[in-house]
């Protein structure tokens, strides 16, 4: 019984220092977070996009382990060299759909801000009709 609970506990440590990437499309970026544990992110670690073969962009990873590069392929690999012998490699498939041609404008951020500023009063006011009847 002890061996086994050794062993877990061996397998919980072990896995405590692996390195682990995620990544997700955010319009025409990609953006990778990497850590190899929540309190541990992957920080300066280089983040390599390699398609067809060949690297076709390269960066690092900030203080939280976060990277952010435009998409410049539909299907790439995403390595992550965590020094150490920490390697990590995912393989992404951009969602065409999903990516814009423009830049979002700061008009859009003021109209969407502005907009969900009045939904707010609205139903707050609303609240304030509803309880003064009362």
Known sequence: MKFWLVFVLFLNFADAHALKVFARQD????EIKSYFNASSPCRGCEVSIIADGKVIQSTKTDDKGMARLEIKADKFEIFVDGSLAH???INFVADRSNMTTEEPKESD???KFI?????????FGALHIIK???
Not at 27 to 30: A, M, R
Not at 115 to 122: D, K, P, R, V
């Open 115 to 123: 907009g969900s500023l009045a939904i707010i009063f609205a139903v």
């Open 87 to 89: 390697e990590k490699r």
């Open 27 to 30: 319009g025409n970026f990609v």
């Open 109 to 111: 951020f003021i109209l």
């Open 132 to 134: 003064r009847r009362r």
